[in-house]
């Protein structure tokens, strides 16, 4: 392993004013995203929409740092023949990988999961640097409910999150850990704090027992925020204020960035609560975005499958990016969003 070059890596990932596009929903996912918008999910319609985000120029060359890709994604080529990976490399950001295989339930546990793909993962991380990838993604997700989530949970996901972590600094490509914790449930921000910490405290414990560098690598937490379904609403100060306090609890500050999901917020609420928290500053590491449905879901609506609306998918896609670009420097106002209306 050379530290000096994923740290290289990790560093341009959370470079200032860029965070990552999170394009690597697996084929179940993208199809409930093309269902909402009338666009049947075929080989052909997920790579024309993902060639349609990656040709962005503007939004690519200067908001983005890199792009998370799922495995049908990275070896595939856009309508010219031009692999969707060089694509990614020629507007200067770095093309990633996903390399969990989803998850399954977790025996004795009811109601809880644990992510799977640590077979052969040596292997296939050898051919995704080969192809270009120059860091990974695994998503742990822990739910809240009023049993859960369980110690056994919390620990074999983070075990796993480790595991593949390291991994992936033995192939030389820079590990995103995301241990996402849940925001469907009705749960307070209270709550998710504490469930949040439990399991960035197991996850970091587990990263040192496996001898992962962490200046080597990218954490992509969610937010301390309350269940969707929660009567208790906060501010965006509050979700700013608590998630930050959280982080500097549990996030060690050799860790050189941290790039957050949006986990179902809507565009503008993961822009400002990103913005609230680099408001307030003094922070150890760079905070930013890492978002796959806050910077998708409008350029998915604006494309709608048409060839006729690709200039119009990829404005909608510039504008989230500037927004989230502007809330990684704490620099967004919410009346930029009615200007570009
Ligand atoms: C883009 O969605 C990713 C893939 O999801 P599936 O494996 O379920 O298809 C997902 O891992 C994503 O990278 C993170 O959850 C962050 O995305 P959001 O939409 O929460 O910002």
């Given amino acids: ?37 009338n666009v049947a999910s075929t080989e052909e319609s997920r790579r024309d929409y993902r060639e349609m985000l990656f040709r962005s120029s503007e939004a690519m060359n200067r908001y983005i740092s890199g792009v998370i890709l799922y495995d049908e ?20 950001a770095i093309p990633g990988i996903k390399v969990d295989e989803g998850t399954q339930a977790l025996p004795a546990c009811p109601g809880e999961l ?27 997700v822990i739910d809240i409910g009023p049993q859960i989530p369980t110690m056994t949970a919390i620990r074999v996901n983070a075990h796993a999150l480790a595991r593949y972590a390291a991994l992936c600094q033995a192939a030389q490509i820079v590990p995103i850990v ?18 949040t910490q439990r399991v960035l405290n197991k996850t970091f414990q587990e990263l040192r027992v496996q001898r992962v560098a962490l200046e080597g690598m990218i954490l992509k937490p969610n937010m301390a925020i309350p269940g969707k379904k929660s009567a208790k609403q906060v501010s965006a ?18 860790v050189p960035g941290i790039a957050f999901l949006s986990g179902g917020q809507s565009d503008e609420e993961a822009t400002a609560h990103l913005n609230a928290m680099n408001r307030i500053g003094g922070l150890p590491w760079p905070l930013t975005f890492s978002y796959g449905r806050a910077l998708q879901a409008a350029p998915q609506k604006a494309w709608a499958g048409k060839a006729g609306n690709v200039a119009a998918g990829q404005r909608a896609f510039t504008h989230r990016a500037r927004m989230n670009s502007l809330a990684s420097k704490g620099e967004w106002q919410a009346d930029l969003e009615k200007k570009a209306a």
Avoid at 24 to 29: I, L
Avoid at 73 to 92: C, M, N, R, Y
Avoid at 114 to 140: H, I, M, N, P, S
């Fill in 1 to 37: 392993m050379n530290l000096a070059d994923l740290n290289k890596v990790a560093r341009a990932v959370v470079a200032p004013g860029k965070g990552l596009l999170a394009a690597d929903e697996s084929t179940g996912t993208i199809k409930k995203r093309f269902d909402a918008i």
């Fill in 237 to 254: 100060e509050e979700i700013a204020e608590k998630t930050v306090r959280l982080l500097k609890n549990c996030v060690p500050a050799a």
């Fill in 73 to 92: 994604t990275f070896w595939q080529k856009a309508e010219d023949g031009t692999p969707l990976v060089k694509l990614i490399e020629q507007s200067g």
């Fill in 178 to 195: 995301e241990p996402e914790v849940l925001m469907d449930g009705d749960h307070d921000i209270d709550r998710c704090y504490e469930v």
């Fill in 114 to 140: 644990v992510t799977v793909g640590l077979d052969k993962l040596a292997e296939r991380l050898k051919k995704y640097y080969e192809g270009g990838a120059r860091f990974a993604k695994w998503r742990a």
